[in-house]
């Protein structure tokens, strides 16, 4: 077992690399050269990685912040609504690293160049937000910071990021065509597929939403 002491300090650090890795990822956007999908600039916003990330690093920098503040008193347990956020963070974060690893990549090597097209997928900026971030807020969040334990009915807020972005790409892509369907969700244009891909995601993410707060520790 790892002394608590230990435990914080390694978390701390895993939410510090969060804040900063994810700040310099998107910041990357405007300075550098354009991503994978030809992202660059305020239209990095409109991808659900990017605003996952940036959700789950804020869960992450409340977190900080409140143990700045609470720096004399290392033990204290965190506010209901701040274990909450970074849960609902890295719920978010969690259906990218996983969108990605098993739907995007795959397609990507398939209708693309094999391997290459795979490692693209981690390369650049987007390794920060297609793999390292996910993957250091789900260490932290789930398997770090037990505490306040959150309630089934709470772990539902996990799915809101998803619906959310899911009504607005809808909008988007569907009614008012604004965007190309970049995640392939209607199969080139076969919208009847959209309720069921809805479906499937939404159930998806409830499903995340309660196998995480299990890891996390059921109460």
Known sequence: MI???KKRAIDLVM?????LTTAWAVLMYFIGEPDI????????FKYFTTDS???AALGSLFYLSFRFLHRDDPS????HWLALFKFIGTVAASITLLTVVFFLAPMGAIRGKGLHTVLLFFSG???VLHLSTPVLSILSTLFLEKDPPLTRKQALWGTLPTTVYALVYL???????QWDDWYGFTFGGQYQFVPVVMIVMFLFSLGLSLAERRIRGAH
């Open 171 to 177: 909008t988007m892509v569907v009614l008012l065509k």
């Open 76 to 79: 204290r347990t965190p506010p």
């Open 125 to 127: 900026n987007v390794f």
């Open 3 to 5: 002394a608590k002491d």
């Open 37 to 44: 999908l030809g992202s660059h600039d305020i239209q990095c």
């Open 15 to 19: 939410n510090v690399l969060i804040v």
């Open 53 to 55: 990330n940036i959700l």
